[in-house]
């Protein structure tokens, strides 16, 4: 290698989760969702003559769409290539006083890859021994805030006070809140939008709207913090928002039946599950999320990871410190779940 190596930027990469290319698999590492989108995103029909042309770089439909969902003004939406996309935005627009932001030791493992890449400085707060994230933690001079709600990968949730106090003790610097998995049973911070102009609250279309293949991803916020994504998006990339995913997000949005009963189906699921994998022994962290976070009272979580790996049965397990016995397991159809149970109790 010559000298030009040591002016390149190099970063630990985010590792997403497994996607295996095989068939007759039961997949429960990635969170997605079960059950297909909308019939009406299905049956939609997009012009493909008309991907000729570059989409509405505001995506106009969409966040039109969006907007009326959650009774905001247009001018309070940001949309985005998924949530990974508005989060790096995010991170890009909002955190370069130079001072740490702060997020969980134990979340969403995105963030401190986006910190490294863009040389933000950071602070990890541990996770008390409950697993929940400790707001008193959140108080002191820093240089922004960021946490899911409910979190990843333990899936527990705090309610929107719980988010009020965070946001209150941080009136000079942006608190985002990844509301990735609110759908599920978590209580969402977007009244406090009302109170807090300092508050971003980013949400997605990949987990309770079955569209993860679609990528499309989107925040809330007052007028000013959303201009300012604008003018970054606008710098870095005008047309995140393909046309498909502006046509097939604004059917998604608008189908709030289907959404609301595909999303009851997953959580009655979690419910069952839960309960009959804590009778095989196993200890299930309160969850408010698509998947539940795990471990067995006698045999260790990787060795549990490997023999279903070998059963064509993919959940997640993650090699760090505190949770390396723990496993994320997604919440799929009731039959995924069944026999995924069956073979939990074969193997113990």
Known sequence: MGNWEANIRKVVPYVPGEQPKEQDIIKLNTNENPYPPAPEVL??????ENLRLYPDPAATKLVDAIAEYHGVDKNQVFV?????????MSFMTFFNSGKPIFFPD?????????????????????????????????YGENGGVVFPNPNAPTGIAEPVEFVRDIVSHNPDVIVIVDEAYVDFGGQTALPLLKEFDNLLVVRTFSKSRSMAGLRIGYA??????????????????SYTMDLTSIELGTCSIKADDYFKEMVKKVVDTRTWFVKEIEALGFTVLPSSANFVFAT??????????????EHKIFVRYFDKPRIDNYLRISIG?????????????TLL
């Open 220 to 237: 809330l916020g007052n007028e000013k913090l959303i201009g300012y994504l604008n003018d970054v998006k606008y710098s870095y990339n």
């Open 80 to 88: 985005g290539v998924g949530s990974d996309d508005v989060l790096a």
């Open 333 to 345: 159809t009731d039959k995924e779940m069944q026999l995924f149970v069956a073979f939990l109790k």
């Open 296 to 309: 067995h009272k006698t045999i260790p979580a990787k060795e549990i990871f490997e023999n279903a790996r």
């Open 106 to 138: 134990i979340t969403y493992s995105f963030y401190d890859v986006w910190a490294d890449m863009l040389r933000i400085p950071y602070e990890t707060k541990p996770l008390d021994a409950d697993f929940r994230i400790k707001a008193s933690d959140y």
């Open 43 to 48: 049956n939609k029909q997009v012009e493909l």
